[in-house]
């Protein structure tokens, strides 16, 4: 019986108040005697107990007699035997000699299990034992029917999904009822709210039907439902039942693409676009956000385009590089919301060129400097965040090929760094090379380092003398000439930086420390000494930038004096005696050339000049003319006179002989003859082809002379006009005898003046061809200045003429 003993504990006792007084009156009492003997007094033979009677409740009291002041009451055994009576208590009576007694009971007792139970008593006393038996008729109760704990109190609790078909049965109330075959019935006594009272029907079994489906959405969603379970007699037991409406499933919202992976380049500026997500709906009220805050994208609310904030740049930070972007879309109208993923990648873009330090190499090294020498390390690198790797090249110009090496970054001196070349001082000693760097982006980005490597020199190498180192000088050279140069050369730069000299100094021979021209000091003479030793020495200089390192070349040079060979010497070239007849005859000795040499060589002459080879020719040393002449008057009519010049040569060196030969025209019986004339002025200086240098008294005299000429000349046009008119053709004969004995070798050109006056005369008197113009120019005109032998005296002749005027 349990919890449910303690809801009836008031009826209980109610009943068993009754039930007592009903025991003690119908249970006839046992005789009442007043006998001192033992036993038991009123102890009835039947007590009806209901079934409901709570433990610790009064059973049966009744008295015992015994003399015996302290007896006892036991149960001697129970039928059956289920232990629900306490001890019997016994108290002390009214009188000495009576006891009452309790019995209580110990347990529930139950109809439906025991109906009746025999008690055996035995009351034991100092004086004896006596048994009595006594019965308990249990009487049933009708009992509340049991409803299931959890719908008491707080209530059952049951969720549904909305939507589910109706009807439907929501719950099943569980309740029993204790009394056998009691039959119960349920009802529900109340639904909140109140209005959906009709919705909710309870079956037999206790089951609860809903007839219509939850909406949670419109409806309630929380139903209260009170349900009375009472059984057959009236009994009940009620609860409730909490009916909780829930939301059926929704689909999350979609989106066209669910998962993408965008890449985007770095530094493109704020606000630069990254992607786009869009759900799949057609609900007009879709607003995008991201799950959580990140701080460099944005998202458009309404459009769903995804921005940057602000300027990505990796270099600034890397951990942009990555993102992945949980996006939300919600739309209020359908309820629905759903999540989105965007990967964002950020591109690297190649925007730094490489950075190297050092910038620029400029080094100024020697130029002796060693292969493999390192000049420095270049180090580079990219801040780039994807392309760090840098490549060196070396680039080099055609003065620097080779000339370098890199080697992980080390500049290495790969070739000699020659000073010593023009190409080199072209450069100004400067070798030039480029290293380019370039990184791994693309495109590539490159930065240069310039090389610039100044060369310094080192005076490595000692001045060389060129050949030939044997100088040949003739005897004759004078004083103060050069007698031949040395030429040193030094294989440093520049190669000519050197300065002559003669170590210790020289009688004879001295030396231009620049040029290495040598100077004769004194004169020579192959008789005395024919060679001459001399050793000179060549020194360098600024060929080092320490300048006083210098180098000295020294060569010794052999001078060897040369004989000289005088020329012929033509003395006498007597004309041969005038011809014995007057008849023309060719190969009329003219003029005989007597010439000597001091070297005894053989001697040859000839005629050089070629308007003379025609007319004249020569046997041996003499002259004679080539019967060619022609003197024609009015028709062809040869020159008169003819300068030969006859060239006499040893061999080796020559002389000039030149004869003048006049040649003089006879008239058609006789025959023309011809005369000659005077070699060469003894000593020709300088031969001029048009000399007119007059000095001022030269001009004064020609002015008085040309004045008295033309008076002259005046007298001769007068007198030639009276003679014209008298006179007969003068004596030719006379005049060439006299003319070849005049011109005899001896007297020369002095006379020759005076000859050609006569000549002149006479010639203007043969045709008047020969005008006294012709006889002015020629006193006139100075082709030549010699210099006389004798009186060593300067004067100007006409070659033509013979004609000599002192300086
Ligand atoms: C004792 O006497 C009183 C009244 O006098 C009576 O009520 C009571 O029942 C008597 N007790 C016994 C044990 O006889
Ligand atoms: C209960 O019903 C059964 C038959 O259905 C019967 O045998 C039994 O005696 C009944 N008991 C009570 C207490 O009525
Ligand atoms: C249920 O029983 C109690 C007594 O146990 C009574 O007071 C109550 O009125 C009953 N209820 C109904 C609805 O019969
Ligand atoms: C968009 O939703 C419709 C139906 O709700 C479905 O048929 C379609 O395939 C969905 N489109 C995408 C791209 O998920
Ligand atoms: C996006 O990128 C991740 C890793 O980068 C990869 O695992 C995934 O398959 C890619 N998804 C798409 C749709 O390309
Ligand atoms: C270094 O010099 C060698 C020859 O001496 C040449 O073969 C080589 O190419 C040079 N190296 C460079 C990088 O110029
Ligand atoms: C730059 O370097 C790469 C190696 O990292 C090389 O392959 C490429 O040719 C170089 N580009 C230029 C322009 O030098
Ligand atoms: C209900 C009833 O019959 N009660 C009686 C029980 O017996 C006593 C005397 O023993 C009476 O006084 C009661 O009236």
């Known amino acids: 019986m349990g919890p449910l003993s303690l809801l009836c504990l008031p009826i209980l006792v109610l009943l068993q108040r009754g039930i007592l007084t009903e025991a003690q009156n119908t249970t006839a009492p046992g005789p009442k005697t007043t006998t001192q003997a033992t036993g038991f007094i009123d102890l009835p033979a039947s007590v009806d107990v209901l079934e409901s009677t709570r433990p610790r409740s009064l059973v049966v009291e009744f008295r015992v007699q015994s003399a015996d002041p302290r007896p006892t009451v036991e149960i001697v055994s129970l039928t059956p035997d289920s232990g629900a009576f306490e001890v019997p208590i016994v108290n002390p009576g009214n009188t000495t000699s009576t006891f009452g007694v309790q019995i209580m009971l110990k347990d529930w007792l139950d109809y439906e299990t025991v109906h009746l139970h025999s008690v055996r008593l035995a009351l034991v006393t100092a004086g004896g034992r006596v048994e009595q038996t006594f019965h ?141 997500v869009r759900a799949n709906t057609t609900a007009s009220d879709v607003y995008y956000t991201f799950v959580k805050s990140y701080p460099p994208y944005k998202i458009g609310r309404v459009d769903g385009i995804i921005r940057t904030v602000f300027n990505l740049d990796l270099e600034s930070h890397r951990a942009l590089e990555h993102s992945v972007l949980l996006v939300r879309a919600f739309t209020i109208s359908e309820g629905r919301h759903g999540t989105a993923t965007v990967t964002v990648s950020v591109l690297d873009v190649n925007e730094h060129a490489p950075f190297c330090d050092p910038s620029v190499f400029v080094l100024t090294v020697p130029e002796t400097t060693e292969i493999g020498r390192s000049l420095g390390t270049v180090r580079c690198g990219d801040i780039d965040v994807s392309n760090q790797h840098v490549t060196l090249t070396l680039l080099e110009n055609d003065a620097s090929l080779y000339k370098f090496r890199l080697q992980d970054g080390q500049l290495q001196v790969n070739g000699t760094l020659d000073y010593d070349t023009a190409g080199v001082a072209t450069g100004s000693f400067q070798y030039e090379a480029t290293i380019l760097v370039n990184d791994s982006g693309t495109p590539s980005l490159t930065t240069m380092i310039p090389i610039l490597i100044t060369v310094t020199p080192v005076n490595e190498f000692d001045p060389q003398f060129l050949g030939p180192f044997d100088i040949l000088v003739p005897e004759d050279t004078r004083r103060g000439s050069v007698v031949g140069t040395v030429k040193a050369m030094d294989a440093d730069w520049r190669f000519d930086a050197l300065r002559y000299s003669i170590p210790g100094g020289d009688a004879l021979f001295s030396i231009d420390p620049v040029g290495g021209q040598l100077y004769l000091k004194g004169s020579l003479d192959f008789e005395v000494k024919e060679s001459y030793r001399l050793r000179v020495q060549a020194v360098d200089f ?240 100075f082709d030549g200045k010699a210099e006389d032998p004798v009186s060593g005296r300067s004067y100007l002749f006409n070659s033509t003429t013979g004609e000599r005027r002192w300086l």
């Open 542 to 781: 600024d060929q080092d930038v320490d300048l006083t390192v210098q180098r000295t070349g020294a060569v010794e040079i052999t001078i060897s004096v040369q004989n000289v060979n005088d020329n012929p010497r033509c003395v006498t070239p007597s004309p041969t005696s005038p011809p014995s007849s007057p008849r023309r005859s060719a190969r009329l000795p003219i003029i005989s050339v007597s010439c000597t040499d001091v070297d005894r060589d053989a001697l040859t002459a000839t005629i050089t000049n070629g308007g003379a080879v025609d007319r004249f020719q020569l046997n041996g040393f003499t002259l004679s003319s080539k019967e060619v002449f022609s003197y024609v008057p009015g028709a062809v009519y040869d020159h008169t006179m003819f300068e030969v010049t006859i060239t006499v040569s040893d061999g080796k060196h020559t002389t000039d002989v030149v004869a003048y030969i006049y040649v003089i025209p006879w008239t058609t019986t006789v025959p023309t003859t011809t005369t000659t004339t005077t070699p060469k002025p003894p000593r020709v200086v300088t031969v001029v082809q048009e000399y007119w240098d007059p000095d001022l008294w030269f001009v004064v005299v020609m002015t008085l002379t040309g004045a008295l000429l033309l008076l002259c000349l005046g007298l001769l046009i007068w007198k030639i006009l009276i003679w014209t008119s008298v006179c007969a053709a003068p004596q030719p004969d006379n005049m060439s005898e006299n003319m070849l004995k005049n011109n005899t070798y001896g007297e020369g050109l002095d006379k020759l003046a005076n000859q050609d006056a006569a000549i002149q005369n006479y010639q203007s008197s043969l045709d008047g061809a020969l005008s006294k113009e012709n006889l002015q120019e020629s006193l006139m005109r």
């Open 136 to 276: 308990v008729q249990v009487i049933n109760v009708n009992e509340p029917p049991q409803c299931q704990p959890l719908i008491q109190l707080p209530g059952a609790e049951v969720r549904v999904p909305e939507g589910l078909p109706a009807p439907l049965r929501v719950y099943n109330v569980l309740a029993f009822d204790p009394d056998e075959n009691d039959t119960l019935s349920f009802s529900i006594t109340q639904v909140q709210p109140d209005t959906s009272k009709g919705q909710f029907t309870i079956d037999g079994m206790g089951g609860i039907i809903t007839s219509q489906s939850f909406d949670y959405q419109n409806g309630p969603r929380v139903f209260v439902v009170s349900v009375l379970v009472t059984d057959s007699r009236g009994a009940n037991c009620s609860g409730t039942v909490r009916i909780m409406v829930m939301r059926a499933f929704i689909p999350p919202l979609e989106f066209l693409i669910q998962s993408q992976n965008v890449s985007i380049f770095e530094n493109r500026g704020p606000g630069n676009m990254v992607a786009t």
